[in-house]
C-alpha cells in the first residue's frame, strides 16, 4: 500500500516543480508541445530579427547619441525577456522613442564613457520602477490612455525623430531638439554646409526603400506566397546596408566626398558593471525616468495586447512589466539604455513564422556574436545610411490613414487625435506626452457633464450606472445579458471586450443569446465600437450569438454608418416605457 503512495506523492512533487517552474520561466509551457519544424521555424525567424536588430539598433544608437557598440549590448535584456515573458513573439530591444528621448537628455558635450554611463543609470531606474508596477499590478495601467491619444503621440514623436536626422541626411552638423520646429529651423540655417554626396546617397536609399517596400516585396509575398512582404522588406534592408558598407570598405568613397562614417568600433563584449555613486545621483532625473518608463509600459504592453488578440494567446501584463523591467535592470549592468518592445521587429518575428521565445533567445545570441565579428565591418558604414534607416521605419508610425478614418466617423475622436498629434510637435515629447493624455478624458467629461441632470448622484449605483458594465443572466429564453454604461469608452471597453470572450467560450451549447442592452447608452466613443466590430469580425459564434437590444436613435446612425448592423442583430426600443420623455430627448439630441 505504500509503494502506490510514495509514487504518487513523488509524481505530486514533481508536478508542483514544474509547475513552480513554468511560473518563473512562461516559455517552459511551450516544450512539451515543441517539436522539430517549430525548431527550424523559429531559428529562421531569430535570424531574421537579429539582422533586422542589428542594423536599426545602430540607426537607433545614433539616435540616443551613443557609441554604436551600444546596439549589441541589448543581446543581455533580450535573452532575459525572451526566459520570463509570457508572450511567443513580442520581440524587444532598442526602440525609435525612448532612443530620441534619451539623445535629448544627453548634453553633446559628454564624453561617450559619461553618455553611456549616463543611459545605462536610465535602465535600472526604469527597470526598478516597471517591477515595482509589476508587483502592484500596474501592468494595467496603459488601458487608461487611449489607443487614440497613443497612435497620435507616437506619429508626432515620428515626425519629430524625422526632422532631427535631416541634418544626418544632408551631411549638416546640427543639434538635436524636442521641437521639430526648432530642429527644421537649424537645418534651413545651416545649409551652406550641405554636402551634395550625402544628400544624393540619401535620396537614393530613401527611393530604393519605397520601391522595396511598395513593390518589390508586395510582388515577391505574391510568387512565394510562403513568405510575408515584411520578410522580403527585411531583407531588402539589409541588403543595401551591407552592400554600400562593402563598396565603402572597398573603395573608401566617404573619405573621398567628406561623408561621415560609423568609425571604430569596441569588439570586446561588455562585461557586468556596478554603476558609481556620481552617476547614480546624476542620472536621478524624475522627469526624464517617469517619462522612460511610461513610453516602456505603453509601448509594450500594447504591443503584446495586439500580438496575442492576433494569435489568440493569453497573457498576463503584469508578469511582462515585471520581466521588462528585469531585463532593463539587466540591460544597466552591461550598459544598456532603456529596453522596450518594438513593433516593427516584433511584427518581422510573428511574420517570420515564430512560435516560441526560442526565436528571440536565438536573436540575442546572434546579436552577441555579431559584436565580435563585425566590429571592423561597421565602422565603415556611412552615416547618412543609418539615418535614412531611421526614417524609414518611423515612417510606419505616421497613423494618416487613421487620422482620415476618424475624421470620417467621429469629430471629437479627430480632434483628440489631432491634439495628441500637435501637443509633442509644439511642447516637446515630454509634456506633449502629458497633454495628450488630459486631452483623451475631454470627450468623457464633456458627456458626463451633459448627463448630470438626469443622473442621480446620491444615488450609491449612478457610478455603476455611468460607467460599468455589469452582467445577469435570464432564463427564459436562456440568454447572457451585458448592460452597457451610459458612457462606453476606451478603458470599461476593454473589460466589456474580455467577459463577452469569456462567455463566448462556454456559451455554444449553454445559451442561447448573449445579449448587449445599450438602452442607457448616451456616449459610445470609437475605440469601443472598434473593439465590438473586431470581435464580430473575428469570431463566428459572436455573430450568431450577439445580440444589440435597446439601441438609442444616435447609435443606431453609427452603426449603420460603419455597417455593423450587417455583423450582428440590432434591435430599437418600442414605447414610452423604454425611458422617459426628456431622456430620450436627450439621446437624440
Not at 572 to 579: F, K, L
Request: hydrophobic content about 50%; proline content about 3%; some cysteine.
Amino acid at each position: 500500500m505504500q509503494q502506490p503512495n510514495l509514487r504518487e506523492s513523488k509524481q505530486t512533487l514533481l508536478s508542483s516543480r514544474t509547475s513552480y517552474l513554468q511560473t518563473i520561466f512562461p516559455s517552459l509551457k511551450w516544450l512539451s508541445s515543441y517539436d522539430l519544424f517549430q525548431f527550424i521555424t523559429d531559428i529562421f525567424a531569430g535570424l531574421t530579427v537579429g539582422l533586422v536588430c542589428s542594423v536599426q539598433g545602430l540607426s537607433y544608437s545614433l539616435l540616443a547619441r551613443l557609441p554604436q557598440s551600444v546596439s549589441f549590448h541589448f543581446a543581455v535584456p533580450m535573452f532575459v525577456e525572451a526566459l520570463l515573458s509570457s508572450s511567443r513573439n513580442l520581440i524587444g530591444g532598442p526602440v525609435a522613442l525612448v532612443s530620441l528621448n534619451v539623445g535629448q537628455s544627453i548634453s553633446p558635450q559628454w564624453t561617450s564613457f559619461t553618455a553611456l554611463e549616463l543611459a545605462s543609470v536610465y535602465s535600472l531606474y526604469v527597470g526598478l520602477l516597471l517591477i515595482i508596477l509589476g508587483l502592484l499590478g500596474g501592468g494595467h495601467l496603459s488601458k487608461y490612455v487611449s489607443p487614440t491619444v497613443i497612435l497620435g503621440f507616437t506619429s508626432a514623436v515620428a515626425i519629430i525623430i524625422i526632422c532631427n536626422e535631416l541634418g544626418a541626411l544632408l551631411g549638416i552638423s546640427v543639434l538635436q531638439s524636442a521641437y521639430a520646429w526648432e530642429v527644421v529651423g537649424l537645418v534651413f540655417r545651416s545649409l551652406y554646409q550641405l554636402n551634395i554626396s550625402s544628400t544624393l546617397l540619401s535620396v537614393c536609399i530613401l527611393i530604393y526603400f519605397y520601391v522595396s517596400k511598395y513593390y518589390f516585396s508586395s510582388y515577391l509575398q505574391r510568387v512565394f506566397q510562403s513568405v510575408h512582404a515584411s520578410i522580403w522588406y527585411s531583407f531588402f534592408m539589409v541588403g543595401i546596408l551591407i552592400t554600400i558598407t562593402l563598396v565603402n570598405w572597398m573603395t573608401h568613397f566617404s573619405s573621398h566626398f567628406g561623408m561621415e562614417v560609423v568609425g571604430s568600433v569596441p569588439q570586446a563584449f561588455p562585461r557586468f558593471r556596478l554603476p558609481g555613486m556620481e552617476a547614480l545621483k546624476d542620472a536621478f532625473r524624475l522627469r526624464t525616468i517617469s517619462t522612460l518608463t511610461l513610453l516602456v509600459l505603453i509601448e509594450s504592453t500594447s504591443i503584446a495586447l495586439s500580438l496575442a488578440s492576433k494569435q489568440q494567446y493569453s497573457i498576463n501584463l503584469n508578469r511582462e512589466v515585471t520581466s521588462l523591467g528585469l531585463a532593463n535592470i539587466f540591460g544597466g549592468f552591461v550598459q544598456c539604455y532603456p529596453f522596450a518592445a518594438s513593433f516593427s521587429r516584433s511584427a518581422v518575428n510573428a511574420n517570420a513564422g515564430a512560435k516560441t521565445p526560442v526565436a528571440q533567445i536565438v536573436a540575442a545570441l546572434f546579436l552577441a556574436f555579431a559584436s565580435w565579428g563585425l566590429a571592423g565591418f561597421i565602422s565603415f558604414i556611412p552615416k547618412c545610411l543609418l539615418a535614412s534607416i531611421i526614417c524609414v521605419s518611423v515612417s510606419g508610425l505616421i497613423e494618416w490613414e487613421e487620422w482620415r478614418r476618424l475624421y470620417r466617423l467621429d469629430v471629437a475622436e479627430w480632434l483628440v487625435f489631432t491634439a495628441s498629434f500637435l501637443a509633442p510637435l509644439f511642447f516637446g515629447s515630454v509634456l506633449g506626452l502629458g497633454l495628450a493624455i488630459l486631452v483623451c478624458y475631454l470627450p468623457i467629461v464633456v458627456s458626463l457633464w451633459r448627463i448630470l441632470d438626469f443622473v442621480n448622484i446620491w444615488n450609491v449605483d449612478w457610478w455603476k450606472h455611468c460607467f460599468v458594465v455589469w452582467k445577469e443572466e435570464r432564463r427564459e429564453p436562456r440568454q447572457v445579458v451585458f448592460r452597457l454604461p451610459q458612457l462606453l469608452f476606451f478603458i470599461n471597453a476593454i473589460s466589456l471586450q474580455r467577459s463577452m470572450k469569456e462567455e463566448l467560450e462556454k456559451v455554444e451549447n449553454a445559451v442561447d443569446n448573449v445579449v448587449l442592452d445599450a438602452s442607457l447608452v448616451v456616449y459610445m466613443d470609437v475605440v469601443a465600437l472598434d473593439m465590438l466590430e473586431s470581435l464580430l469580425r473575428g469570431d463566428e459564434i459572436a455573430r450568431q450569438k450577439c445580440v444589440l437590444e435597446n439601441v438609442p436613435p444616435r447609435l443606431l446612425v453609427v452603426l449603420n454608418r460603419r455597417k455593423l448592423d450587417e455583423l450582428v442583430r440590432v434591435s430599437v426600443p418600442h414605447g414610452d416605457d423604454v425611458r422617459d420623455d426628456e431622456y430620450r430627448d436627450l439621446l437624440q439630441a
